[in-house]
């Protein structure tokens, strides 16, 4: 690190601004102080600052100042200029008349071209996203060396004598190779790393003052950042004739626990040493070391904040507080003073810490002419406060944005995108047809897409968009055509919207595809279904600007596959985010901790003090190891929890504080940070009582969204229709449901609702059970024959079935190929003893007592030559059991039997001739190697089918004269053990199956 050559004569002009003093505000009113007595001497000043955010808060401190309108006059501002934030142009104006300097390389373009670079490290193939990450950290490792001024070569010399692993070697080498590579290639792009044009320029800057002096003040403030071009630049601000320096939030305290505190931080120097970049006064005390002072150099501000410091003895307190452990002191107990203003709030849950901000805030604008800003690196916890807040009609401004990600042209461009790398599936499909985005004016096409929603429901049709249409062609043409009358209507609907889709859908059959190809196909997409819409506003503006400038330059990047490109995008897209400022409440802000560096508000809320939130944990660095980092002189990877706690230090100083955490998060329980446990430590010891919390806040979050009473639970239902509206028709199986769940007959053949499919559903035992019966419903309908020809209409039925789903094809078709060829060779086993008829899913029907029709289908219906029927049911699950049959709990086969025997079946609509009860058999294929498949006879041998079919019957009837031909209620869940069922949650059983009192 460079050092100036002699060291200012006197006392150097360094000034410090308390933590407790409000920064912007104290320095607009030294600032108006030191130029009073001429009225351009403000305006010919130059005020060096960190950020634009820093412009802007100083600019509205200068706007504080003014004198009343009613007092007249008027400010003319200083120039401001951002040294952190090169896009701002500040600095190029700055150094006009030096050499010229290339522009920065686009963000974009670099990060591209070293994830390319990345991806190219020697191992094992890695993702689109995986190449995109390991790039970022290498900019992230370029940009310490460049900010730190160190040359390539000094990477070589820093492994020498180091005991590295094999992979950090390797890692090591590779780097280098990158580094050497990496300026050729961005050079052929025509620009400059931003780190070193910032040196550049900063360099081209104090040249230019060498030759021309400045006439006016000079003031660098807020810089606190220990790089090399920074020094340069503030030692050059102290060598002018008019030069200031303004440290913000400098230890001040020259005690000998302050000097204790002070001496405990250890840096690094070009002899070596220790670092420590996770202390929040680390950078200051590095930086006036480089500058060749002390702290007894530093003078106090002359001015203040005004309203806004808080109290001093609080910010000692906290300095006391965060005190590194090597300190070996122990400071006293806080003052009183140092509790005045100060709240902390410990809640449950992120939700409630979310309503306990914005309860804060709200009571905040109570306060008349005050102003309240949540400041937390917590987006999510920013975003449900901003929510809440609208609740009450308050918009709030974030800092931050809204991620582009969760706009609705962000939105839809990732749905688009992910429907494209799942393959159309119905999910992501309907996904993208249902945003709002997508034909918001048209109600016919939105008619279409709830019809569709239904079509595509159940197991998963065929990949892409050809699989989708299937789908909804089949749905069309199932249930004996009862959905014909849509088919004109809905397939018309799918010809026109599917070619918008079919530049992404090519896309889904490549094995590899660019991200310009990407970007084109997108493009298209978005403006075939969206329009204008898609690309209108801030955030269409922003996600056009995004897809033009990943088409211009995603060729660097290289090729990935199709089922890669969310991710990626999604990675792109995250570091986007759109801001239109002023539309919220001029009295209320969020901001992240970066940008409330130099800013202060009436109130702060400092919300998210969990350890993985703030300070957060250290990011591993992927390319340096530890030892190589403090060989070269970098800061450790605890730089970024060094600069959380300062930015917590200056925050939690102000006049009027509230600190929240809470105790867990939707993952589980979470830690508190450390500077909430040190500040909760140090302040407790002048008594647990005294340090304030706002626990009545928590209740009233409670109280805003809790039940004013306890829950009361729903009592069993027991609904009673009329007559008129039960049904006169009834399945062999809905008796079944009578016996177990009266209520689930009632929800389905009264109020007549039925369980809708889940989408993308993965094949079910139903599916499986189906393919089963076709094949052997095809085999016996055929008439059988051999074994070959059974094994053939398998192959056809269930290769065309399963083609798409390869888990299923691997491991279920063999096992249902086994237990298929098992139930063939019983069949032609059963024929040759005599069974000589074999029906496959016949239908039929008998007229029971009071008019009411039971109806139901068999499987398959056998007949020997003394004319008794046999009725077989195929299961590919369990069976009931025997007792179940023979206490009449499971009827299905009986009732069956019984229109079998009395002539009321069909086949093709021919008549089916009566016979004598013979048996009921489950046939279980099981598909094992060693157990294919089990024949269950449920009645046992030698009983006396006949009779038990008799009973089956007076059964049914008994229930059909309960329940359908009598005003009788249909209570649930009668037989609560047999299984959950589909209209349970409707009856909201779990709420009352356990009561005593559940039935009446």
Known sequence: MTSPSTRPPLRPPVFNIALHVAFADALAAGLLARTAGDPLALARALVLLPNRRAVTALTEAFVRQLPEPASGGGLLLPRMVPVGDLDDGGFDRLAAGAEVLLPAVAPLLRRLELARLAGSLPGSDRSAVERLRLGDALGEVLDALLAEEIEPEALRAAAD????????????????????????????HGGTEGATRLAALIDATIARWQTTPPIGLVVAAGLANPTPALVRLLDAVLRLPQGLVVLPGLDDDLSEAGMARWAAIPISSAEGGRDDPGHPQWALKKLLAAIGLERADVQAWPASGGKLDGPPARAAALLAALAPAAAATTPPPPPPAAFDGLALAECATAAEEAQVVALALREALERPNERAALITPDPLLARRVAAHCRRWGIAIDSSAGQPLLLTPPGALALALVEAMAEEFAPARLLAVLKHGLVRPEDEVFSADVRLADIALR??????????????????????????????????????????????????????????????????????????DGAWAGPDGRQLAALVAEIETHGALFGSLRPDEAPALLATLMAGSSVRVP?????????????????????????????????????????????????????????????????????????????ITRARRDASGPQVASRLWLRLVAQFERAGADLLPRRDELIRIARALDGATEGPKPAPQPRPNPALKLRPRRISITEIDTLIADPFAFHAKHILKLRKLDPLDQDPTAMMRGNLAHDVLDKWVAARHGSLAQLQQITAEVLGSATSHFPLLAAAWVPRIQRALEWAGQEILTEEDAGWT????????????????????????????????????????????????????????????????????????????????????????????????????????????????VTRALIRAEQLVAQYLLSQTPFPAKLQPQWAWGDFDHLARVAEWINRRERVS
Not at 166 to 186: G, N
Not at 611 to 624: H, N
């Open 161 to 188: 004598g180091q005991d590295l692993a094999d992979h950090w070697q390797k890692t090591l080498a590779f780097l280098e190779l990158i580094i050497a590579v990496w300026p050729e290639a961005r050079t052929g």
């Open 458 to 531: 159940g197991v998963r049709p065929a990949p892409g968009l050809d699989g989708a249409g299937a789908g909804l062609d089949r749905w069309l043409h199932e249930q004996d055509g009862r959905h014909d009358r849509f088919a004109a209507r809905l397939m018309g609907w799918w010809h026109d919207l599917a070619p918008a889709l079919e530049p992404l859908d090519r896309l889904r059959l490549s094995t590899a595809i660019t991200l310009p190809e990407l970007m084109q196909a997108l493009r298209d997409a978005l403006t075939a279904l969206a329009g």
């Open 582 to 658: 002023g539309q919220g409440h001029p009295r209320l802000a969020i901001l992240g901790p970066v940008e409330a560096q130099l800013t202060r508000a009436d109130t702060l809320v400092l919300a998210g003090l969990n350890e993985a939130t703030w300070p957060g944990r250290p990011s591993p660095d992927p390319w340096l190891a530890p030892a190589i980092r403090r060989a070269l002189g970098l800061p450790g990877t605890a730089r970024a929890q060094g600069l959380a706690a300062q930015d917590f230090l200056r925050a939690a100083s102000a006049r009027r504080v509230l």
């Open 837 to 948: 008829q074999m029906l496959a899913e016949v239908k039929g029907e008998l007229e029971l007592a009071g008019g009411v029709m039971l109806s139901g289908r068999i499987d398959r219906l056998d007949r020997d030559a003394e004319g008794n029927l046999r009725v077989i049911d195929y299961k590919t699950g369990g069976v009931p059991s025997g007792t179940r049959v023979k206490a009449l709990e499971a009827n299905q086969l009986a009732l069956g039997l019984a229109i079998a025997a009395a002539g009321g079946l069909s086949r093709d609509g021919q008549p089916v001739p009566g016979g004598t009860a013979g048996s009921i058999e489950y046939w279980q294929l099981k598909g094992g190697r060693k157990d294919q498949g089990k024949r269950h006879t449920p009645l046992g041998k030698g009983a006396d089918v006949p009779d038990h």
